[in-house]
């Protein structure tokens, strides 16, 4: 089931970053992860290309990439592994992103572990597993 809801998820957020994005807007992109896991899914390679070509070649637009875990992998764990873990995900969006021809200066990662959760709950988890990209014309973080 946790499968399909972030199958069914991925797809919308595919579907959503379809449509250029003119320089004046901000852009934000969530990909989510399997538990424990770093590996960049299909789905979230499709959303990082996506986003990319959108915004590859503006040149006073700026990307932040914002690593995120949940409670329970801090909580099995510790709160170092998931920032750990966090620090991991971002890092391999970041990846992507260059190779997709966004310039690695303009990229900033932040990585929040479990700290900034979506929700405390067992259903938010596979939501607190994420990404989050965010694009905006000369915002200077």
């Known amino acids: ?14 579907a959503a970053t379809a449509a250029p ?3 004046q807007q ?9 538990t424990d896991s770093d590996a ?3 789905q979230a390679r499709a959303q990082i290309a996506a986003f990319a070509r959108n915004h590859r070649g503006a040149p ?5 990439v914002e ?8 909580y099995e764990n510790s709160s170092g592994y998931a920032v750990g873990l966090a ?15 966004l310039r690695p200066e303009a990229i900033v990662i932040a990585t929040f572990g479990a700290t900034r959760p979506l929700g405390n709950t ?13 694009m905006s014309n000369g915002a200077g973080w």
């Open 40 to 42: 960049i899914t299909p």
């Open 1 to 14: 089931m946790n499968r399909l809801i972030l199958a069914a998820a991925a797809a919308t957020l595919v």
């Open 87 to 101: 620090q991991r995900r971002a890092g391999n969006v970041r990846s992507v992103l260059v190779e997709e021809g």
């Open 60 to 64: 006073d637009d700026s990307v932040r």
């Open 122 to 134: 067992p259903a938010a988890s596979p939501r607190n597993r994420r990404v989050e990209l965010f």
């Open 21 to 23: 994005v003119t320089a």
């Open 26 to 34: 901000e852009a934000r992109v969530t990909m989510l992860f399997e």
């Open 67 to 74: 690593g995120h875990a949940t409670l329970a992998e801090s």
